[in-house]
């Protein structure tokens, strides 16, 4: 082992023992006034009342080897834990605050970027109807039990390369039993199908707020419609032909004459 220090002044009185050194090193770990590194890369920490600060990278534990690192915040009982001691690794935020608990924020002015963004990547290949990543908001009921009140899910549709599709669904508990609210599900055609599995649709809020549902049509030649089926499974469509006339077919509309006038 090396040592070397370019000043020195000892004082010892009784067990009392002060040593201060411009420039110390021992082999290769250098202490420079406020600054502790390498030989070669000297200011790797600088050292102040109340504050530490890493000019270098900082790597804990080793592959395989890891340890937990924890943040405290100002408030008792808050803190930033990277938890390795539990069954799976993950970062646990915890807060007794009502305000934000995650802030992400960009100046980037840039067109054509939606920045910033959250992205959940599985890193392996899919197969169809793998799924993907789970948003849930869970929580305790009066009693105390802990439930996952809503989720989003995601999953690959269709994972075949070239062909792609993916589906996205919202459930919340209803009446204590999960339940699909909406489907967003991608199709062969290029296009994407809505579905409500277990629920109603309501647009607007009586007295306090107009409901408009606009269905678009796809050009002159083509009729957007509601396809309607009775108890016996029977399939009706509602149109609105060109002169404003709401109209009732047994089939796909194509033609202003179709089916009969309502």
Same mark, same amino acid.
């Given at each position: 082992?090396?040592?070397?220090?370019?000043?020195?002044?000892?004082?010892?009185? $009784?067990?009392?023992?002060? !040593?201060? &050194? %411009?420039?110390? *090193?021992?082999?290769?770990?250098?202490?420079? #006034?406020?600054?502790? /590194?390498?030989?070669?890369?000297?200011?790797?920490?600088?050292?102040?009342?109340?504050?530490?600060?890493?000019?270098?990278?900082?790597?804990?534990?080793?592959?395989?080897?890891?340890?937990?690192?924890?943040?405290?915040?100002?408030?008792?009982?808050?803190?930033?834990?990277?938890?390795?001691?539990?069954?799976?690794?993950?970062?646990?935020?915890?807060?007794?605050?009502?305000?934000?608990?995650?802030?992400?924020?960009?100046?980037?002015?840039?067109?054509?970027?939606?920045?910033?963004?959250?992205?959940?990547?599985?890193?392996?290949?899919?197969?169809?109807?793998?799924?993907?990543?789970?948003?849930?908001?869970?929580?305790?009921?009066? $009693?105390?039990?802990?439930? !996952?009140? &809503? %989720?989003?899910? *995601?999953?690959?549709?269709?994972?075949?390369? #070239?062909?792609?599709? /993916?589906?996205?669904?919202?459930?919340?508990?209803?009446?204590?039993?999960?339940?699909?609210?909406?489907?967003?599900?991608?199709?062969?055609?290029?296009?994407?199908?809505?579905?409500?599995?277990?629920?109603?649709?309501?647009?607007?809020?009586?007295?306090?707020?107009?409901?408009?549902?606009?269905?678009?049509?796809?050009?002159?030649?083509?009729?957007?419609?509601?396809?309607?089926?009775?108890?016996?499974?029977?399939?009706?469509?509602?149109?609105?032909?060109?002169?404003?006339?709401?109209?009732?077919?047994?089939?796909?509309?194509?033609?202003?004459?179709?089916?009969?006038?309502?």
């Amino acid at each position: 082992m090396g040592v070397s220090w370019t000043k020195e002044t000892i004082s010892n009185s $009784g067990t009392a023992g002060t !040593t201060t &050194a %411009e420039s110390l *090193t021992i082999d290769n770990i250098k202490i420079d #006034g406020v600054f502790i /590194g390498h030989t070669s890369d000297t200011d790797l920490m600088r050292l102040s009342s109340g504050a530490l600060l890493l000019n270098g990278s900082l790597t804990v534990g080793t592959s395989g080897n890891g340890s937990d690192v924890k943040f405290w915040g100002a408030t008792a009982a808050n803190y930033l834990l990277w938890d390795v001691t539990a069954d799976a690794d993950f970062l646990h935020i915890k807060t007794t605050h009502n305000e934000n608990i995650l802030l992400l924020e960009t100046t980037a002015t840039r067109s054509g970027h939606d920045a910033p963004d959250i992205t959940i990547y599985k890193n392996s290949n899919a197969n169809t109807t793998d799924y993907l990543g789970a948003l849930k908001f869970n929580s305790k009921d009066a $009693g105390g039990g802990q439930h !996952t009140f &809503a %989720e989003i899910d *995601t999953y690959a549709q269709d994972a075949t390369a #070239g062909g792609e599709e /993916g589906a996205l669904f919202i459930s919340v508990l209803a009446n204590a039993t999960a339940t699909q609210s909406l489907k967003c599900i991608g199709a062969a055609d290029g296009l994407s199908d809505v579905q409500i599995p277990d629920g109603r649709l309501t647009v607007g809020t009586n007295t306090v707020t107009q409901g408009i549902l606009d269905i678009k049509r796809k050009d002159a030649n083509e009729f957007s419609y509601i396809k309607m089926y009775s108890a016996d499974g029977t399939a009706s469509y509602l149109f609105v032909a060109n002169n404003g006339t709401l109209r009732i077919h047994s089939a796909a509309p194509t033609a202003n004459t179709d089916g009969s006038a309502v």
